[in-house]
């Protein structure tokens, strides 16, 4: 199964990078945040918490796509953005 | 401002803006066949998933109003309502989801364009060369989206009746009946562009209502401190069935797991759903769908704002109104009713109206994703093994309009407690097919026939599981909810946690079940050399992106 083409990617791309999603699902540890106070805006804590998880989340994701979308396996092709051409690294 | 209860209190006002509303966005369904049109409709890459061109804006709106449905958005509510924080676990559910499913949905998209794929059962059938392993999948995915299809219509219906259309009988379901058969026409006209246009209309309500209640609501019930002191209060309550309070704002010792594994489990299932994946294989290349995987946690802050309001109805005192239909107090009125007597009545329309539009773009998408599976791995697999493109997309044409009418023979006929117990079992069931799709993307190891295995098992033990789970609120002594106290669990008797009251949610217990036994199968059968299937798939496939010299053409005869 391995690739047919030359300057393809076949394999599983493996970055260091892709580990960054997993801090979200730290938001799964309830022990950290099952609590009532403090409030802010009337917010309990185990509510406010957990919607600065979607931050979180969110700057997550940025990471691991930012941090590998600009390796192109492609050279020599007109100058678009570097991730619409080929995207190494950012598969598992 | 009166609550709709009483017969002939029709919202005037309200249900005006609302028509007016729902008449504009029918009139966007019929128009959609035109927008970006191809040559033709009659193939299923087009009338099945919008020419897979969609931008990143389109599959932003397209997505977001796919998975967050009408029925989120009434049901998420009703649970904090009844139960407190543990109805919080949707935000959860959907923060975690998006870094989950980032990698898999990337490999699922270049893959399904490469080999043109248009459902999860395509895949398993070009990875696994086994027809049967997927029809299994193309069943469960049928069975887990039709009584989703139906909750739409339950979403619908409890913002039709609060505004006052509470009719008894098969007459009380008219409104209902013409605003899906209206769907289905425009559905069956347009395919998914229909969906993909309304849902702009339908997410610029849902987030200017949502956002409006979450500020003006608080001001005017005395703050948020005050909701949740006067909702801890109410929740601290005894439920006059059990005697205990019926819930609290914080998590307690025994449905913490709960919490996280029905966080865990429900964000593993969702693009699991055939109707999540249309939405993904619709969108034009991988740019795309990362740049939805960074933005779409918007609809989460929404939904988790949405969630608070179960507090708002709370502290205001909401009474859910009495379904005139069934004779049950229906708790997804509790944020029509909110709005009902909160709001003025011509916000109280929009925000009606936001809701049931909210239902008619997952119901449009989750019809078609259904009548995708119907087609490629049932008609063409085994009813007409040669059928052109064409007379596939007709042949889904067809199985959407009928996919449709029976969610609403579900609703007309059945009382829709079934169609929620039915949600409730798909969720578990869908979670069952993770092994050979989810998987699958990244690892031939797992054996055909243990996955198979695996999938049997899983579905066999969490319907047992979730039928032996009863419900003192509704008296009914099975399928009463989605928590199993971990005294319960068995194994062929063996009880692991015996006496034990924190709860789980079987849907996970299932799918490690699922897995154990998909493991010891593959082991056995690798050793005995079975043969696993031929793989059409290569290693390439699965980063292949939208400006490829050598891609598939759309549209292209397979």
Redesign the interface.
């Known amino acids: 199964?391995?690739?047919?083409?030359a300057g393809?990617?076949?394999?599983?791309?493996v970055s260091p990078w892709?580990l960054v999603?997993?801090?979200?699902?730290l938001?799964?540890v309830?022990?950290w945040f099952?609590?009532?106070k403090p409030?802010v805006?009337?917010?309990?804590f185990?509510?406010w918490y957990?919607?600065l998880?979607?931050i979180?989340?969110?700057a997550?994701?940025?990471i691991?796509?930012v941090t590998t979308?600009g390796k192109p396996t492609v050279t020599g092709k007109p100058d678009?953005?570097a991730?619409?051409?080929?995207?190494?690294g950012?598969?598992? | 401002m009166t609550l709709a209860q009483a017969p002939g209190g029709l919202q005037w006002t309200e249900l005006s803006i609302f028509v007016l509303l729902f008449v504009f966005v029918s009139v966007m369904g019929f128009v959609a066949a035109r927008w970006r049109a191809a040559a033709s409709l009659e193939h299923l890459d087009e009338w099945g998933l919008g020419g897979r061109k969609f931008g990143s804006w389109i599959t932003w709106f397209l997505v977001g109003g796919d998975l967050y449905t009408a029925y989120t958005f009434v049901a998420v509510p009703a649970l904090v309502f009844g139960a407190g924080a543990l109805g919080f676990y949707a935000l959860p559910y959907t923060v975690i989801l998006y870094p989950i499913v980032f990698l898999p949905a990337l490999r699922m998209w270049s893959v399904s364009r490469t080999r043109g794929y248009v459902t999860p059962a395509d895949f398993v059938r070009g990875r696994y060369g086994s027809p049967t392993l997927a029809l299994l999948i193309a069943i469960t995915g049928i069975v887990a989206t039709m009584p989703y299809i139906a909750l739409q219509l339950v979403g619908l219906e409890a913002v039709l009746r609060t505004m006052g259309l509470n009719g008894g009988g098969i007459a009380g379901h008219l409104p209902l009946l013409i605003a899906f058969l209206v769907l289905a026409l425009y559905t069956y006209q347009s395919g998914l562009r229909a969906p993909a246009l309304i849902a702009f209309v339908k997410d610029g309500l849902i987030y200017v209502v949502i956002l409006v209640a979450v500020f003006y609501l608080p001001s005017k019930l005395g703050g948020w401190s005050h909701i949740f002191d006067s909702s801890a209060q109410a929740l601290a309550q005894p439920n006059p069935n059990t005697g205990k309070p019926k819930g609290s704002i914080v998590l307690t010792s025994n449905n913490q797991l709960q919490y996280i594994t029905l966080a865990l489990g429900s964000a593993l299932a969702l693009f699991l759903y055939p109707h999540s994946l249309t939405g993904v294989l619709a969108s034009r290349g991988r740019n795309v769908i990362k740049r939805n995987m960074m933005a779409l946690p918007a609809y989460s802050l929404l939904l988790g704002l949405l969630a608070l309001l179960g507090y708002v109805a709370l502290s205001a005192g909401i009474k859910p109104i009495t379904n005139a239909a069934t004779g049950n107090a229906d708790s997804n009125t509790v944020v029509p009713v909110l709005f009902d007597t909160q709001f003025p009545s011509w916000f109280a329309g929009i925000a009606f109206a936001a809701i049931g539009i909210g239902a008619l773009v997952p119901a449009a998408i989750m019809s078609i994703a259904a009548a995708n599976l119907w087609t490629r791995n049932i008609y063409k697999e085994y009813l007409r093994r040669g059928a052109t493109p064409a007379q596939e997309a007709k042949q889904a044409k067809i199985a959407s309009l009928v996919v449709k009418f029976g969610a609403v023979a579900f609703i007309l006929f059945i009382d829709p407690q079934f169609s929620i117990d039915l949600q409730l079992i798909g969720g578990v069931l869908i979670l069952q097919t993770l092994p050979s799709v989810a998987i699958a993307l990244y690892t031939r190891w797992f054996h055909r026939i243990g996955l198979i295995a695996g999938w049997v098992t899983g579905m066999a033990w969490g319907v047992a599981m979730l039928y032996a789970i009863p419900n003192p609120n509704t008296h009914r002594a099975h399928f009463g909810g989605s928590a199993l106290p971990l005294g319960d669990l068995s194994i062929f008797g063996w009880h692991p946690f015996s006496g034990s009251t924190v709860q789980i949610y079987p849907g996970f217990v299932a799918l490690i079940g699922n897995l154990v036994v998909a493991v010891i199968v593959t082991i056995i059968a690798r050793n005995l050399k079975v043969f696993n299937g031929t793989d059409d798939t290569e290693g390439t496939d699965y980063h292949a992106d939208e400006h490829d010299k050598d891609l598939r053409p759309i549209g292209a005869v397979r």
Not at chain 1, 1 to 5: D, H
Request: glycine share 8%; no cysteine; hydrophobic share 45%.
């Open positions: 199964m391995s690739g047919k083409a393809k990617v076949s394999g599983l791309q892709n999603l997993l801090i979200p699902l938001m799964l309830t022990p099952n609590f009532d409030r805006l009337g917010l309990p185990f509510y957990q919607f998880f979607v979180v989340g969110v997550s994701v940025a691991v796509y979308k678009r953005l991730v619409q051409e080929l995207d190494e950012e598969n598992r």
